[in-house]
T-cell receptor
Framework: GNSVTQMEGPVTLSEEAFLTINCTYT??????LFWYVQYPGEGLQLLLK?????DKGSNKGFEATYRKETTSFHLEKGSVQVSDSAVYFC?????????FGKGTKLTVNP | EAQVTQNPRYLITVTGKKLTVTCSQN?????MSWYRQDPGLGLRQIYY???????DKGDVPEGYKVSRKEKRNFPLILESPSPNQTSLYFC?????????????FGSGTRLTVV
């Protein structure tokens, strides 16, 4: 079945460091891909999305490119801030549900 | 404000005592769904609904019921809760576009069954 694998955390960075969170997927066809973010004590918020190969999703300085040749959708940000500390989930749209990775906890220290 | 509202946010209950977690959305979304989030397991879908009176099982439906009598509401019912249903629950909704624009999630309900 369809699945998502993302790098295990936790990830700890200093402010202004470069961030990469790896995400690869297994799916039939070309599903829509998403990154969601969960801040402490809150629900999931859509961070960015891509619906077809080579699409680049971007929001709040975060970017991810839909790479069908490597079945990847890695999340990147050039300069993280303390306020980016959260859990990040990669997900794909499969039939009538979202299939999520297990999440990567990011902590950014001042 | 467009949102998905879940109630309650926190609930502690005893084994076997029926409970309902409510979910309501104000965006006129056709699609609604329930997920549970557990450490090490990520988020798993419990049930979903494509529209009023149309519901179907997700990956982990055992021990849960749902209903969709109105478009805006999608309550999750635990007829006889057990400790293994202790979890963080999220309701989500989207337009009937097969989810290409992503889902809107509620803030979550943390349930503890003792």
């Amino acid at each position: 079945g369809n699945s998502v694998t993302q790098m295990e955390g936790p990830v700890t960075l200093s402010e202004e460091a470069f961030l990469t969170i790896n995400c690869t997927y297994t799916a039939t066809g070309y599903p829509s891909l998403f990154w969601y973010v969960q801040y402490p004590g809150e629900g999931l918020q859509l961070l960015l999305k891509a619906t077809k190969a080579d699409d680049k999703g971007s929001n709040k300085g975060f970017e991810a490119t839909y790479r069908k040749e490597t079945t990847s959708f890695h999340l990147e940000k050039g300069s993280v801030q303390v306020s980016d500390s959260a859990v990040y989930f990669c997900a794909l749209k499969s039939s009538e549900k979202l299939v999520f990775g297990k999440g990567t906890k990011l902590t950014v220290n001042p | 404000e467009a949102q998905v509202t879940q109630n309650p946010r926190y609930l502690i209950t005893v084994t076997g005592k029926k409970l309902t977690v409510t979910c309501s959305q104000n965006m006129n979304h056709e699609y609604m769904s329930w997920y549970r989030q557990d450490p090490g397991l990520g988020l798993r879908q419990i049930y979903y609904s494509m529209n009023v009176e149309v519901t179907d099982k997700g990956d982990v439906p055992e021990g849960y019921k749902v209903s969709r009598k109105e478009k805006r509401n999608f309550p999750l019912i635990l007829e006889s809760p057990s400790p293994n249903q202790t979890s963080l629950y999220f309701c989500a909704s989207s337009f009937g576009d097969r989810g290409r624009v992503g889902y809107t999630f509620g803030s979550g309900t943390r349930l503890t069954v003792v």
